[in-house]
């Protein structure tokens, strides 16, 4: 004898879903300063670590840290110019629209 299949119904799963509400402002509107504002804060954190990385790199002599500090300086070197990039774009794009 076959065994019959039995579909499964979707059951309601009894959370509400709330609608969402119409925003006041358009999505682009006070997004560029607070945009520009993360990027500069992001920019100088990187900026004071690629520093302090390479200040701490040349004084120290021992060959694991030495080397510790200079991936560290790097690393935040690379972020800190991606960051600058991404302030340059930015940048370009508000002098473009107006």
């Known amino acids: 004898m076959p065994k019959k299949s039995k579909k499964r119904t979707a059951k309601a799963s009894g959370r509400k879903v709330a609608a969402k509400a119409s925003p006041s402002r358009p999505a682009g509107?006070?997004?560029?300063?607070r945009r520009v504002s993360i990027v500069l804060k992001n920019l100088v954190l990187f900026l004071i670590l690629f520093v302090l990385t390479v200040i701490l790199g040349s004084l120290f002599k021992g060959e694991l840290l030495?080397?510790?500090?200079?991936?560290?300086?790097i690393l935040t070197g690379f972020i800190s110019a991606a960051l600058l990039i991404v302030l340059l774009v930015l940048l370009f794009i508000r002098a473009i629209k107006n």
């Not at 509107?29 to 300063?33: E, I, L, M």
């Not at 030495?66 to 300086?73: E, R």
């Open 29 to 33: 509107v006070g997004s560029y300063s």
């Open 66 to 73: 030495d080397n510790v500090f200079w991936i560290l300086a």
